[in-house]
């Protein structure tokens, strides 16, 4: 099969590797849709640690089931499915309780580190476990379904943050991410969305989406706007979809005493942070780290329409044009968000 392999940090390939084989309790997919996702593009410089080549990376996606294995049930060939990036044993400790997005020994597709290898869906196929299968609606595409991934991440996220619907909520960082937390706040009744980042063609979308006021970050203090907007307290909960030291402190200033900052983004492996200021304002710091069940709610609100997934797609290209793509949205092309590749 042909596959769009990363085989050097900045070099990615389009060419010929051996098809995946599944095992028993795996299907072989025919990929149709693939979204190239932030931590890819900049996974690809080896800046995030988590992309080490010879790798094929690609985790959302969608397509078709072409083969499965011998201990499959409730899935047959040709049923059109899309995928959790999470691989996970059923049998886990924290899978038992609904975590299993931290159970241990858990791969992430198309990711590769010193403890695992797992080559993803920039290719014509490729193979993973049935349980972590869903269903795409009929009255959803291909190329929306492969969307479900980073919207759903954004959907744990949210389900994580301790926020009322009259409360204040920023929103770091306006990329595909952020976008769909923006859409997804405002689906669950907010009102007082706030939405940072340094593109202004993407606040003027996140406008659009359902944010009521945007701004561009001028320094790490507080923003005036900002602490006028909250009656000088700050917001009530932010969430950080960048993963900088910048956006973390842009962050923490924002907040107001006794808030929560979850912590999505992680672009690079470590930050500092202003440990008295987070101690002092009783400031609540916590990670979230991909999906744990929300797949389901958002392929419902795809097939609803509430959540409008096709304002964020770009571009729908052929993954033999993937590298190209790879460097326009690694050097930040204006208008660029979510670009789709097509095997």
């Known amino acids: 099969m042909k596959a769009l392999v990363l085989e050097e940090y900045m070099k990615l390939v389009y060419k010929d590797v051996p098809d995946p084989v599944p095992g028993p309790d795996e299907v072989l997919i025919q990929v149709k849709a693939v979204g190239i996702c932030g931590s890819d593009v900049y996974g690809m410089d080896g800046s995030t640690g988590r992309r080490i080549p010879p790798l094929i990376m690609g985790h959302e996606a969608s397509g078709i089931i072409l083969q499965k294995g011998a201990e499959i049930t409730g899935w047959d060939t040709g049923d059109r499915v899309t995928f959790d990036s999470t691989i996970y044993r059923l049998d886990d400790w924290y899978t038992r309780r609904g975590m299993y997005n931290l159970s241990d020994g858990r791969q992430v597709l198309g990711v590769s580190t010193p403890e695992f290898r797992r080559d993803g869906a920039y290719a014509e196929m490729v193979s ?135 912590l999505l983004g992680n672009l690079i492996p470590e930050v500092e942070i202003p440990l008295q200021k987070v101690v002092a304002g009783q400031i609540r710091l916590q990670g979230s780290y991909a999906i744990a069940g929300e797949y389901p709610e958002v392929l419902d609100m795809l097939s609803s329409g509430v959540l409008k997934i096709d304002a964020l797609l770009s571009a729908e290209v052929p993954l033999s044009e993937g590298a190209a793509w790879f460097h326009r949205l690694y050097h930040k092309e204006n208008g660029l968000i979510k670009v789709i590749l097509k095997p």
């Open 128 to 262: 993973v476990p049935a349980h972590i299968l869903y269903r795409i609606p009929e009255n959803v595409g291909f190329s929306r379904a492969a969307m479900v991934e980073p919207a759903a991440v954004a959907l744990h996220a949210l389900s994580l943050t301790p926020v009322n619907e009259n409360d204040h909520v920023l929103v770091i960082g306006a990329g595909t991410i952020g976008l769909c937390l923006v859409q997804l706040l405002k689906i669950k009744g907010h009102t007082k969305i706030i939405v940072t980042d340094i593109d202004q063609g993407r606040l003027e979308m996140a406008l659009n989406l359902g944010a009521c006021h945007v701004f561009i970050p001028a320094g790490t203090k507080p923003d005036a706007f900002v602490m006028e907007m909250t009656d000088t307290r700050g917001v009530d909960a932010v969430i950080e979809a960048v993963g900088i030291p910048s956006t973390i402190s842009l962050g923490i200033n924002n907040l107001r005493r006794g808030g929560t900052l979850t």
